[in-house]
């Protein structure tokens, strides 16, 4: 079975603290993304990856950062937070040149900043 | 640019029928796909169309019109776990084939007894 993890379920940290959101996926996808969501707001787009050590902005990319070191791991990196950051930040990831646009999601970070 | 537009909200009734409207804008086409998310989940593809007509998967149907740049998705026989948010998602036909996609704002469907 197909599977994308995230770190923590929940998370709260406090303001100024940085803070790592990490994803492994078992897939051997080449591509990798990381989405904020928030009520009313859909799923918007902070960073993705194509390949190693590849990565592109996403829609809001300011206040975060990513690594990607090794093809199934993409990490997310709040350098520091802020109580604005306050969200559900999900995690995907899909096959390079798949036919039907899925991403496979990950069970997402609830993270709270204080 | 690029975008896509569906309504925020639907409610409907337990065996009812419920269509969920999307409507895109995009510079090259590759495909509409939808995505269901339970709340508090984490979203999973439901179905895609890359060619015109409908795609049918159990109770749940999916139609597109390439030159309306149009779909929606056909929900039959509502149940009460089909309550949650369903998103339209079109792949971003500036970034080559990384698979990023431009995802609507996303309709939630609540069913009622």
């Known amino acids: 079975d197909v599977k994308v993890t995230q770190s923590s379920r929940y998370l709260v940290k406090r303001t100024g603290e940085k803070v790592f959101l990490e994803c492994v996926q078992d897939?051997?996808?080449?591509?990798m993304f990381w989405y904020r969501q928030d009520p009313g707001l859909g799923l918007r787009l902070i960073y993705f990856?194509?390949?190693?050590?590849?990565?592109e902005k996403g829609d809001i990319p300011e206040g975060y950062s990513v690594s990607r070191e090794k093809k199934e791991r993409f990490s997310l990196i709040l350098e520091s937070a802020s109580t604005n950051q306050t969200s559900m930040y999900l995690c995907?990831?899909?096959?390079?040149?798949?036919?039907?646009?899925?991403?496979?999601f990950g069970p997402g970070t609830r993270l709270t900043v204080l | 640019g690029q975008s896509l537009e569906q309504p925020s909200e639907v409610t409907a009734v337990e065996g009812a029928i419920v269509q969920i409207n999307c409507t895109y804008q995009t510079s090259g086409f590759y495909g509409l796909s939808w995505y269901q998310q339970h709340d508090g989940g984490a979203p999973t593809f439901l179905s895609y169309n890359a060619l015109d007509g409908l795609e049918e998967t159990g109770r749940f149907s999916s139609f597109l019109s390439r030159s309306d740049s149009y779909g929606y998705l056909l929900l039959q026989e509502l149940q009460m776990k089909d309550s949650a948010s369903y998103f339209c998602?079109?792949?971003?036909?500036?970034?080559?084939?990384?698979?990023?996609?431009?995802f609507g704002q996303g309709t939630t469907l609540q069913v009622k007894p």
């Open positions: 990856s194509y390949d190693v050590k590849m990565k």
């Open positions: 998602a079109v792949r971003d036909s500036f970034s080559g084939n990384t698979g990023k996609l431009i």
């Open positions: 995907a990831s899909s096959p390079d040149r798949g036919r039907n646009n899925e991403q496979f």
């Open positions: 897939m051997d996808h080449e591509n």
